[in-house]
């Protein structure tokens, strides 16, 4: 994305290992268009599903992806 012009990289101030991703004015001006098409796939996986599944399985997945960072740092503990 950085070869086409869509991200630069800037050092991150006080860590000169760190580079931030910057969206490049090129790409600013896809995001409106990439949000729309965001949404329109939202619709069709969700489609027929009533919405309170929809947010019964957003919540269950949030569940599993806090479970799986706390293991993360469990696991990251024992290393120490």
Do not use: G
């Given at each position: 994305m950085e070869k086409n012009g869509y991200l630069t990289r800037e050092s991150v101030k006080g860590d000169a290992?760190?580079?931030?991703l910057v969206p490049t004015e090129k790409a600013e001006g896809l995001r409106q268009a990439i949000l729309e098409d965001i949404k329109l796939s939202e619709k069709?996986?969700?489609k027929g599903i009533p919405e309170e599944d929809v947010?019964?399985?957003k919540h269950v997945l949030y569940q599993v992806l806090q479970n799986l960072i706390e293991k993360h740092k469990e696991e990251g503990k024992k290393d120490e």
């Open positions: 290992r760190k580079k931030r069709r996986m969700e947010t019964t399985c």
